[in-house]
């Protein structure tokens, strides 16, 4: 060994931690199934699922999943295989260690069960369980070692595919290690007493930083059986990446109620052994899961009036939403819904588009609590510890309702949410079952409110109908068996909702229109349609000299110059697209006004004003507006005032020739400047007390 200096660590060749054979495991479940100690804590279908893992075990599979609904019982389910396993024993008489991952530290905490209430702490309380966490401190994550099950986060699980383990001196090395160093300061300075001595400081700090050794190994080596809840995020690439470095002599199992995102993103291409499979309908009508009533309030506002609403994976991108979380008459829709709901003694779990630091979570909690409704939101800038709090709050009846966006999506647990009200809109069918997930608890009938938008394009949303079947479900009808108390608390819930909101008679189920549909239509890359029968373009990349456009501007372009667009579809990120003919739209565009954004436009009708000149219209009452969320309120609120699309025409650095912007003015006058007040200082005043 050398020792170059006193922060250098000893550092090992990778060693061979303790292995196990598919046989060591079929053993321990075996022993486990006939020692029948699970028949106290699972059901007689979560029985049968042991029988499918020992399959799965003696023919060797290696990576497998399990799909069953939220609410089935996956947590205690792959608790007791957790205790299962861990039965087995090698050749050696070793003991395996599990890994167990979740999607984020509030499913951690809640599968680790400290209250003893679920969990590990509930199940198997007796168990020595750890947790790593990317900022767990040093002494934490070396801690793991010593566990038999340790959770973590799928975006902690990448850090422990990085990290190397560390482990302390033996005493034997602590010897070999001093004799080393005292022998190179001897041949440094002889071997007197005060060349020693002037040595002494610096040997016993190179001891110090000598006491850990860098063992060669990953943290992840550490892990026997990998067990993946919410086992659909194994599809990501970054945790690809990781599950594909471990082992394959690692099980990986994983636990989902939705193992498909698409017809091609699916989880059997990553861990290809079905090992179990149990569907949402089967578990509603034999009586697992809560009866559900599905229903729909028409809010009808356009879900899509920019064309950018769509991620990679075909997802509403929340920014293009935004004008859905700022309307004031759909937030009303919301929140009077939860308000009935919650009067029938109904919990009620709210998912809000996301923005503007949580604003719309935010935003339809205060209006329940003004309502005198005690509701909080949830999202993910809180503090672990405070939304723990707010869960527990919920749990015990203290809140009667949570907001939140994404965090409570997926995982979560509760007993007490029996209504959801799906405020923001979604393409995912992953998120979408997710959603329902929540409230199917066994108990009581659970409603599900889908806040149904006005749709221009086939790029359908899923809805609740659409998790059940490709049809229509009518307003009364019900999934799954009701008793007659149940039907007379139904009803009465029903006509409340009736009396106070119009409710859709049917729940339309279109999203299998649009995956009938996509195949049929040329690609789009670039912007441009990949087609030969025209120069079509999406409305954002019509021509590079162009900006400002959208769908819904050239929609009111052609509409003011009395012009009918050239437009077909394409086919982009798993969603179809409306592209237009290019050298139509810069002709048209070319026929409109030219105008300063930042001055009135003056014509026959009066004063025009674009959204940057209202904000400085307004600027020393409202300083600070943006152009678009001007826009956006005044749009929402006021669809009666009188617009006309302008163009500008500017110059820019590095660019040869002119370029144009479109933009939206509104005709000022005296309807205009009361209703722009009004509108523009309730949206202030509130945002400006929230912070």
């Known amino acids: 060994m050398s020792f170059k200096g006193p922060s250098e660590r000893f550092r090992e060749e990778p060693e061979q931690l303790p292995a196990f054979t598919p046989d060591d495991f079929a053993v321990a479940l075996e022993n486990y199934i006939e020692a029948g100690t699970a028949q106290h804590t699972l059901r007689p279908r979560q029985l049968t699922v042991f029988h499918d893992f020992l399959d799965f075990f003696q023919q060797d599979q290696g990576r497998g999943f399990v799909q069953m609904p939220t609410g089935t019982g996956k947590t205690v389910l792959f608790v007791e295989l957790t205790k299962a396993l861990l039965g087995a024993r090698n050749e050696n008489g070793d003991e395996p260690r599990i890994l167990v991952v979740d999607p984020l530290k509030d499913l951690v905490y809640q599968?680790?069960?400290?209250?003893?209430?679920?969990?590990?702490?509930?199940?198997?309380?007796?168990?020595?369980?750890?947790?790593?966490?990317?900022?767990?401190?040093?002494?934490?994550?070396?801690?793991?070692?010593?566990?038999?099950?340790v959770l973590t986060t799928y975006r902690s699980l990448y850090l422990m595919h990085a990290l190397d383990i560390i482990r302390d001196q033996t005493p034997e090395e602590r010897d070999e290690f001093w004799r080393a160093l005292v022998s190179e300061a001897v041949e440094k300075d002889g071997a007197?007493?005060?060349?020693?001595?002037?040595?002494?400081?610096?040997?016993?700090?190179?001891?110090?930083?000598?006491?850990?050794?860098?063992?060669?190994?990953?943290?992840?080596?550490?892990?026997?059986?990998?067990?993946?809840?919410?086992?659909?995020?194994?599809?990501?690439?970054?945790?690809?990446?990781?599950?594909?470095?471990?082992?394959?002599?690692?099980?990986?199992?994983?636990?989902?109620?939705?193992?498909d995102a698409d017809k091609t993103k699916r989880l059997k291409?990553?861990?290809?052994?079905?090992?179990?499979?149990?569907?949402?309908?089967?578990?509603?009508?034999?009586?697992?899961?809560?009866?559900?009533?599905?229903?729909?309030?028409?809010?009808?506002?356009?879900?899509?009036?920019?064309?950018?609403?769509?991620?990679?994976?075909?997802?509403?991108?929340?920014?293009?939403?935004?004008?859905?979380?700022?309307?004031?008459?759909?937030?009303?829709?919301?929140?009077?819904?939860?308000?009935i709901l919650i009067e029938h003694g109904i919990g009620v779990i709210i998912n809000t588009i996301r923005g503007q630091r949580a604003w719309h979570a935010r935003h339809i909690a205060e209006l329940l609590r003004e309502r005198g409704v005690p509701v909080e939101a949830i999202y993910d800038a809180l503090p672990t510890s405070r939304r723990i709090d707010l869960y527990d709050a919920f749990e015990a009846g203290e809140l009667s309702g949570l907001t939140y966006y994404g965090i409570l999506g997926e995982g979560w647990d509760s007993n007490r949410a029996k209504g959801l009200i799906n405020g923001r809109p979604t393409r995912s069918w992953i998120v979408g079952e997710q959603r329902i997930g929540r409230i199917l608890r066994p108990g009581e009938p659970a409603f599900a409110l889908d806040v149904v938008d006005r749709q221009l394009s086939p790029n359908y949303p899923v809805r609740i109908a659409d998790i059940f079947s490709d049809r229509a479900i009518k307003l009364g009808d019900h999934i799954g068996r009701l008793t007659s108390p149940e039907s007379r608390h139904v009803n009465e819930v029903l006509d409340h909702l009736a009396g106070r909101l119009t409710l859709m008679k049917a729940l339309p189920a279109e999203y299998h229109l649009f995956e009938e549909i996509a195949g049929q239509y040329a690609s789009i890359r670039d912007g441009a349609l990949q087609s030969n029968e025209?120069?079509?373009?999406?409305?954002?990349?019509?021509?590079?000299?162009?900006?400002?456009?959208s769908d819904y501007m050239l929609q009111q372009v052609a509409k003011q110059l009395n012009a009918k667009l050239d437009t077909t579809l394409g086919s982009m990120n798993h969603s179809l697209r409306r592209v237009y003919d290019a050298d139509q739209v810069m002709g048209l565009v070319e026929k409109l006004p030219i105008t300063d954004p930042q001055q009135f436009y003056e014509d026959d009708e009066g004063s025009w004003a674009t959204p940057e000149g209202v904000g400085i219209l307004f600027q020393s009452l409202y300083p600070g507006m943006k152009p678009q969320l001007t826009q956006a309120l005044l749009d929402d609120a006021a669809p009666e005032l009188k617009r006309q699309i302008l163009r500008s025409v500017f110059e820019q650095n590095g660019w040869a020739g002119k370029k144009m912007r479109l933009h939206q003015a509104y005709l000022v006058n005296d309807h205009f400047i009361s209703t722009a007040k009004e509108v523009l200082s309730q949206y202030y005043a509130h945002a400006t007390a929230k912070h």
Do not use: C
Request: net charge neutral; proline share 4%; hydrophobic share 35%.
């Open 192 to 259: 007197s007493f005060s060349s020693f001595s002037r040595h002494f400081a610096n040997l016993h700090e190179q001891m110090r930083s000598r006491e850990k050794i860098i063992t060669g190994n990953k943290l992840l080596d550490l892990f026997n059986v990998v067990i993946l809840d919410e086992g659909h995020h194994a599809m990501e690439p970054r945790a690809q990446e990781v599950l594909q470095s471990i082992s394959p002599n690692v099980p990986i199992i994983g636990f989902t109620a939705t193992p």
């Open 111 to 149: 599968t680790l069960g400290r209250k003893k209430t679920r969990g590990f702490g509930r199940f198997a309380p007796d168990l020595k369980i750890g947790t790593f966490f990317s900022d767990s401190s040093r002494i934490e994550k070396n801690q793991i070692i010593d566990k038999q099950v």
């Open 534 to 549: 025209g120069n079509y373009h999406l409305a954002t990349k019509i021509n590079r000299r162009l900006a400002g456009t």
């Open 269 to 339: 291409n990553y861990l290809p052994r079905k090992i179990h499979h149990f569907q949402l309908t089967e578990a509603i009508d034999t009586e697992v899961l809560a009866p559900l009533i599905p229903l729909g309030i028409a809010s009808n506002i356009e879900a899509e009036r920019e064309d950018l609403v769509y991620d990679s994976d075909g997802e509403y991108d929340d920014i293009s939403l935004s004008h859905l979380a700022q309307s004031e008459k759909r937030n009303k829709l919301i929140v009077t819904a939860a308000e």
